[in-house]
């Protein structure tokens, strides 16, 4: 089969690492997939300041690579800060299990709930993207020529990607399908402290392997830290105020550029004056590209406002509804969110053996589609599902008001929509962001991938304050997000978030036709 081929392409430490990256999301998901639960039955929160705390906290999370990630392109080591990381990760974890273990006053609970949260976000902001990095860096670097067109991209780098973007969503499976049941019927101790254990095992397993890795592109930088930053920022207020823009840079030109700066300099001889003006012109550039990306960026902002729906607003509709099998056993809302990666595992094999092949035929291109492409397609998945979302909830409303329950089971298709849609958008977005930065951006390349989400989940936070605000009269009525699912309407939010999402979707096929036209 295509995918087993491209798999065995990869050499053992990006397998070992894949694996590592599952082990990283069952722990991630074990923690967050139900979090809005523990929150308003345990700490007796309302739905809607649930929702804002997931949708903050998650979005955080996104946020911390923004600020490592240039540390640890410029002055640290991908493999160190996996170590250190790892390790504020396992702390918060396990303080996060002390604290549902902790019978003590709820302002103390809550207090150090905020504590262990914000610590594991800490972990996961240095792990995630040095971790992918670091994975991207084990291909071998023929296959990682620099290139600046989206339409096709080196066969070892896809693969790699697919492959990672497989391995986490077979770790959020186990998470997402396991970790609800033990919290729910067990208790909230034991299901904090299983995932502890689990990150605990992949430290291990990742110390194992360093005899494999190869450490070619993760190096310290030896230069003087503060006075490399300073000599840059000179530079740039240099630029800035006594100089013409420069035209647009050439990708494959600041790979050509940023090696000097990598390795050892050859000619000892050279001028300080001139290291410095090559620093400073070279961080110039580096922003203009991160500059060029924003517009993209942007676009992409509504579809992490929707893919933050499963851990909010579809575990509170799922509560609503009908969820016995049998006469004892319940269905936990948050294990629907399984459907997701159930989607993802079964049918991204057959992006490659069946969609590409089709895309060929219908496109006449042969490469199917390209990297924009693929992302614009999961966008459009995305705005199908919340249609759907908003017309299950419509039939919800109706059964109520009609003295019935509809079954649980009718969330299931937004959900695999949702999944299918990252298949496409989620996989083109890491590819995109780490081929469109040099080689010595590749840790921001993942951040800025990571930050989308993040910057995603405060604009869904934003959103539900403004809804809420709006939505309510001055009695306390009209409120789209009650308390008593009788009265919320979040057939509205959904239809809202269809609409918002279309128009991202519109200005992001635009953008790309103009970056085309622009090349």
Not at 156 to 164: E, L, P, R
Not at 420 to 440: L, R
């Amino acid at each position: 089969m295509a995918g087993d081929k491209r798999f065995r392409t990869l050499n053992k430490p990006c397998v070992l690492l894949i694996v590592i990256a599952g082990i990283e999301r069952f722990v991630f998901k074990g923690v967050g997939s139900n979090l809005v639960i523990y929150l308003t039955e345990v700490m007796h929160m309302s739905s809607s300041s649930a929702a804002q705390t997931v949708n903050s906290w998650t979005g955080f999370t996104s946020m911390v690579p923004l600020l490592v990630a240039p540390l640890v392109d410029s002055y640290w080591n991908r493999y160190s800060t996996i170590l250190a990381s790892s390790f504020i990760y396992l702390i918060g974890l396990l303080a996060l299990t002390s604290t549902a273990l902790n019978k003590s006053k709820a302002s103390t609970s809550s207090s150090s709930m905020f504590v262990s949260l914000y610590l594991i976000s800490l972990g996961i902001g240095g792990y995630n993207p040095s971790l992918q990095a670091f994975g991207a860096d084990q291909i071998d670097t023929e296959d990682e020529l620099p290139t600046t067109n989206t339409n096709t991209s080196p066969n070892k780098k896809g693969a790699f990607f697919q492959w990672w973007y497989f391995g986490i969503c077979s770790g959020s499976l186990l998470g997402v399908s396991i970790m609800p049941n033990i919290q729910d019927s067990v208790g909230w101790g034991l299901g904090f402290a299983v995932p502890a254990m689990a990150m605990a095992v992949s430290m291990v397993v990742f110390s194992c392997g360093s005899g494999f890795y190869s450490f070619e592109n993760d190096r310290s930088n030896d230069v003087k830290a503060m006075e490399k930053v300073v000599h840059a920022v000179k530079g740039c207020l240099s630029k800035f105020t006594h100089s013409k823009a420069d035209e647009k840079p050439n990708l494959v030109e600041l790979e050509l550029e940023d090696k000097p700066l990598c390795v050892k300099q050859e000619n000892q001889t050279e001028s300080q004056a001139d290291q410095k003006s090559t620093n400073s012109n070279h961080l110039v550039k580096i922003f203009q590209v991160v500059m060029g990306l924003l517009p993209i960026w942007t676009t992409l902002l509504m579809f992490a406002v929707i893919f933050q729906q499963p851990n909010t607003f579809f575990i509170k509709q799922g509560m609503s509804m009908k969820r016995n099998i049998g006469h004892t056993y319940k269905i936990p809302p948050a294990t629907l969110q399984c459907a997701i990666t159930i989607s993802i595992v079964l049918l991204m094999p057959f992006y490659d053996t069946v969609f590409i092949p089709f895309a060929r035929f219908i496109l006449r291109n042969e490469n199917g589609i390209n990297t924009m492409q693929r992302i614009a397609v999961g966008m459009f998945l995305s705005v199908i599902a919340m249609i759907f979302a908003a017309t299950v909830e419509m039939k919800r409303l109706q059964y109520y008001s009609e003295l019935e329950t509809l079954s649980i089971f009718w969330l299931l298709p937004q959900y695999i929509l949702l999944g299918i849609s990252d298949i496409f958008t989620v996989v083109g977005m890491q590819e995109f962001f780490y081929s469109a930065v040099p080689e010595g951006m590749r840790t921001m390349g993942i951040a800025l991938y990571t930050s989308v989400f993040g910057v995603g989940s405060f604009l869904s936070a934003f959103l539900v304050f403004l809804v809420e605000y709006f939505s309510t009269t001055k009695d306390g009525k009209g409120n789209w997000f009650s308390d008593d699912m009788s009265e919320a309407r979040l057939d509205k939010y959904y239809w809202l978030l269809a609409g918002t999402s279309s128009l991202s979707l519109v200005v992001f096929v635009v953008l790309c036709r103009f970056q085309k036209t622009t090349q």
